[in-house]
């Protein structure tokens, strides 16, 4: 799923391709896609995007007249740029919107459709999709320290729930427990303050340094490669290579249809956490139906 550093740099891209520009049209490849009716997308057609904005891992356009287009890319939903007019692959392509210097194609590889689209009106109406999460890179240590120590969790729980904290998936979770040396099933009424201050930098350094790369790796183009499993992750998708600084295998929890990855040597004291309990443990702090997992994935 898309996170903080790979939505940023999607409306940093769309910032600079079409902002300002006026919608022609929008085409709608899935009938599962749109999740609303009322308002029409005919209203907002010949209507000026007069901004892009990021609610959790939300992108939304913000159009003239106060019309908000709420797009949700969910796990496997991606954005491209091409050429006016583009033809909407069969297989993969949900919808595109049309502007005059170049097509905004929205696709999913995936059988099972969960990105959504929502049309609404007005900012009273926006705030629905807002699921409350702290912005880590605007919030204070306190306001930090309050937010995680508000319900008792894991720590991977803790860092992917929207209501919690805005922005963070399960592949940036798993960089930010290893860079602050923390175990994903450490508690969070058991943490330390000096724990809790770590958690609060490796968070910012981890999404601030990722979105920077990816900065520079898309330069002047449109993101072409924003995925999960990234060649320069620490721990993320990377089971069973060895870390180098350690020395120790990277292990993983598999629970309810995700997966934890982490290193014993950095993370646990050299204990391995992949058994059936802990895999339970995990399974059991997190959302029991589809409806609440995307909760989470807000």
Same mark, same amino acid.
């Given at each position: 799923?898309?996170?903080?550093?790979?939505?940023?740099?999607? &409306?940093?891209?769309?910032? !600079?391709?079409?902002?300002?520009? @006026?919608? @022609?049209?929008?085409?709608?490849?899935?009938?599962?896609?749109?999740? *609303?009716?009322?308002?029409?997308?005919?209203?907002?057609?010949?209507?000026?995007?007069?901004? &892009?904005?990021? &609610?959790? $891992?939300?992108?939304?356009?913000?159009?003239?007249?106060?019309?908000?287009?709420? /797009? !949700?890319?969910? &796990?496997?939903? +991606?954005?491209?740029?091409?050429?006016?007019?583009?033809?909407?692959? $069969?297989?993969?392509?949900?919808?595109?919107?049309?502007?005059?210097?170049?097509?905004?194609?929205?696709?999913?590889?995936?059988?099972?459709?969960?990105?959504? /689209? !929502?049309?609404?009106?007005?900012?009273? =109406?926006?705030?629905?999709?807002?699921?409350?999460? /702290?912005?880590?890179?605007?919030?204070?240590?306190?306001?930090?320290?309050?937010?995680?120590?508000?319900?008792? !969790?894991?720590?991977?729980? *803790?860092?992917?729930?929207?209501?919690?904290?805005? %922005?963070?998936?399960?592949?940036?979770?798993?960089?930010?427990?290893?860079?602050?040396?923390?175990?994903?099933?450490? =508690?969070? $009424?058991?943490?330390?303050?000096?724990?809790?201050?770590?958690?609060?930098?490796?968070?910012?350094?981890?999404?601030?340094?990722?979105? @920077?790369?990816?900065?520079?790796?898309?330069?002047? %183009?449109?993101?072409?490669?924003?995925?999960?499993?990234?060649?320069?992750? *620490?721990?993320?998708?990377?089971? %069973?290579?060895?870390?180098?600084?350690?020395?120790?295998?990277?292990?993983?929890?598999?629970?309810?249809?995700?997966?934890?990855?982490?290193?014993?040597?950095? =993370?646990?004291?050299?204990?391995?956490?992949?058994?059936?309990? /802990?895999?339970?443990?995990? $399974?059991?702090?997190?959302? +029991?139906?589809?409806?609440?997992?995307?909760?989470?994935?807000?």
């Amino acid at each position: 799923m898309p996170e903080y550093p790979d939505i940023t740099i999607y &409306i940093e891209r769309l910032h !600079h391709f079409i902002k300002g520009r @006026q919608l @022609q049209q929008i085409r709608i490849a899935s009938p599962f896609f749109l999740r *609303t009716v009322d308002p029409p997308l005919e209203l907002i057609k010949d209507l000026t995007l007069e901004d &892009i904005e990021r &609610i959790g $891992k939300r992108i939304v356009f913000v159009f003239s007249n106060e019309y908000f287009l709420v /797009l !949700h890319l969910m &796990i496997r939903g +991606r954005l491209h740029w091409h050429d006016a007019g583009y033809e909407i692959p $069969k297989k993969r392509g949900l919808a595109t919107l049309d502007f005059c210097n170049g097509t905004l194609l929205i696709t999913e590889v995936s059988s099972k459709k969960r990105a959504s /689209l !929502h049309l609404v009106k007005g900012r009273e =109406q926006l705030k629905s999709f807002d699921r409350g999460g /702290l912005e880590m890179l605007e919030a204070s240590l306190k306001e930090f320290h309050k937010a995680i120590k508000a319900e008792n !969790h894991t720590l991977k729980r *803790t860092l992917t729930d929207p209501r919690i904290l805005s %922005g963070i998936g399960n592949a940036y979770s798993d960089e930010i427990l290893h860079h602050a040396g923390l175990s994903p099933i450490l =508690q969070t $009424k058991n943490l330390t303050k000096a724990q809790i201050e770590q958690l609060y930098v490796s968070i910012r350094i981890i999404l601030t340094e990722r979105t @920077q790369w990816m900065q520079e790796e898309v330069g002047e %183009g449109f993101p072409q490669k924003v995925t999960a499993f990234r060649d320069d992750m *620490t721990v993320h998708g990377r089971y %069973g290579r060895p870390f180098p600084k350690c020395g120790a295998r990277v292990q993983r929890i598999r629970y309810s249809s995700n997966e934890t990855n982490y290193c014993p040597g950095c =993370q646990t004291g050299g204990k391995l956490l992949a058994d059936r309990s /802990l895999s339970r443990l995990l $399974k059991q702090d997190w959302p +029991r139906t589809p409806e609440e997992l995307g909760e989470l994935k807000g």
